[in-house]
């Protein structure tokens, strides 16, 4: 699948900042963020709900590789997401990018701001897909943005993130998504 260049990938309306309204010490959350009418989704007593796990050893390895590409395809397919271990990259960069983004989102509000979401986009700081000033919340601020490929970038964002987080995110990264992809493609029994 290929994104064209400008392609708006969803929308949303901007919202306060949860860690800004969590240091207001509020004696209760806000209703807009308690979800009352649902139950949690994952449980540990139903294994049929845990996070799908993929060890990138075994689908490196082209003696044992089916059973774990039959996991990835199953991930894919009915969860959309999955959880990767093994995959190589190094305790320090992954130490290093958590402290990147730990310190993203101490910064003071208006600095946030600066990589906030552009009007009718779901790229930067905020929360995404809030189409409505009714809808029900998540408690958390996010950071969302396309890293790869390179000209999909939205200039506001990567270019002014600071050097260290930049490199980071470059150095191990783009290696690692490109093999994911492929295995998922063999998975999902797509050409790479």
Not at 126 to 133: D, R, T
Request: aromatic share 8%; proline share 6%.
């Amino acid at each position: 699948m290929e994104v064209a260049k400008g392609t708006v990938l969803g929308r949303s309306l901007q919202v306060p900042s949860v860690y800004e309204l969590a240091k207001e010490k509020i004696s209760a959350v806000p209703s807009r963020y308690v979800r009352s009418d649902q139950e949690p989704i994952f449980s540990s007593s139903n294994p049929e709900l845990e996070v799908p796990v993929i060890d990138m050893d075994i689908l490196l390895d082209g003696d044992v590789m089916d059973t774990e590409l039959n996991k990835l395809h199953h991930a894919c397919k009915d969860w959309g997401f999955f959880q990767l271990i093994n995959h190589g990259v190094s305790d320090s960069l992954l130490d290093q990018v958590k402290t990147e983004v730990a310190e993203f989102f101490k910064l003071p509000l208006e600095e946030k701001k600066k990589f906030g979401q552009l009007d009718g986009d779901v790229e930067g700081y905020g929360q995404a897909f809030v189409v409505s000033n009714e809808q029900k919340l998540d408690w958390a601020d996010m950071f969302y943005m396309i890293t790869l490929p390179a000209d999909l970038r939205k200039p506001h964002l990567m270019p002014q993130l600071p050097l260290p987080f930049r490199t980071a995110i470059e150095a191990e990264l783009k290696s690692l998504a490109m093999k994911i992809l492929k295995f998922m493609a063999k998975a999902l029994k797509n050409e790479p």
